[in-house]
């Protein structure tokens, strides 16, 4: 199945030139050619949890949600945000007691440790690069 949407990370350094894995974007220009394409660029200061939020939202969770799709599971982002949640192997509450449902509920420390966790089992489970959350 030939892919019409990617998402990708990356950073811009200190010359402002941006920096991307430039090997998955020009395969998938090659797979769409002459279609249209809409970009969005969303920045967020390094360590942040503005940045781990738009990490997992805009990168992580829709190459799996897509890797899911790849192996005839289909799933909304939400449906796979949630699931994976519950696959994450640690208990993981708020501040006030209640079970964490979304990613977005997770404070930075518990954010991190989903992130390294989500790398490893998208590697295992689905044959999916994670960038490394740590450059986050």
Not at 61 to 71: D, G, M, S
Request: aromatic fraction near 12%.
């Amino acid at each position: 199945m030939k892919a019409d949407k990617i998402s990708e990370s990356g950073r811009i350094n200190e010359s402002g030139q941006l920096l991307m894995p430039m090997d998955r974007l020009t395969a998938f220009f090659k797979a769409n050619k002459g279609k249209r394409v809409v970009v969005r660029f969303e920045a967020a200061e390094p360590g942040s949890t503005a940045a781990q939020r738009a990490y997992y939202y805009n990168y992580v969770l829709p190459t799996i949600t897509a890797a899911f799709l790849e192996t005839g599971q289909r799933m909304t982002d939400e449906y796979t945000d949630r699931y994976l949640v519950q696959e994450y192997p640690q208990d993981i509450r708020k501040e006030n007691g209640e079970i964490v449902l979304y990613a977005r509920e997770l404070n930075q420390t518990q954010m991190c440790d989903f992130l390294e966790w989500l790398k490893q089992y998208a590697a295992e489970n689905l044959s999916v690069y994670i960038e490394d959350p740590r450059t986050i």
